[in-house]
Nanobody
Framework: QVQLAESGGGSVQAGGSLRLTCVAS????????MAWFRQRAGKEREGVGA????????YYHDSVEGRFTISRDNAKNTLILQMNDLKPEDTGDYYC????????????????????WGQGTQVTVSS
């Protein structure tokens, strides 16, 4: 069974932090590249960052580089997104995704390259 379940969303003030987690079934996690995406109001779902199977390599969207950190705990089938120095423009629904089907690194943040998706968790950042 393929399952991804995000949690950790909430409301914070600008400059604050949130930690999102995504707990996955083994089939949706083991041996798979994983990523975080977000969808802001009125916009397409966009990639935030991705992480390799062993967790050693990460790739971020320019808008979150240096503020967000992706990690994974392979013993617990859990993907993590630590978000610091949050800005109002980070407001949106955040989704975890797995099973990357693309090619080069530059395609890691393209929504259509992932097979599995969670239901999302909402993040609101106020100014």
């Amino acid at each position: 069974q393929v399952q991804l379940a995000e949690s950790g969303g909430g409301s914070v003030q600008a400059g604050g932090s949130l930690r999102l987690t995504c707990v996955a079934s083994e089939r949706a996690y083991k041996g798979l590249v994983m990523a975080w995406f977000r969808q802001r109001a009125g916009k397409e779902r966009e990639g935030v960052g991705a992480i390799s199977v062993d967790g050693e390599s990460t790739y971020y969207h320019d808008s979150v580089e240096g503020r967000f950190t992706i990690s994974r705990d392979n013993a617990k089938n859990t993907l993590i997104l630590q978000m610091n120095d949050l800005k109002p423009e980070d407001t949106g629904d955040y989704y975890c995704a797995s099973d990357y089907e693309g090619g080069p690194v530059r395609d890691l943040l393209i929504r259509t390259n992932y097979k599995n998706w969670g239901q999302g968790t909402q993040v609101t950042v106020s100014s």
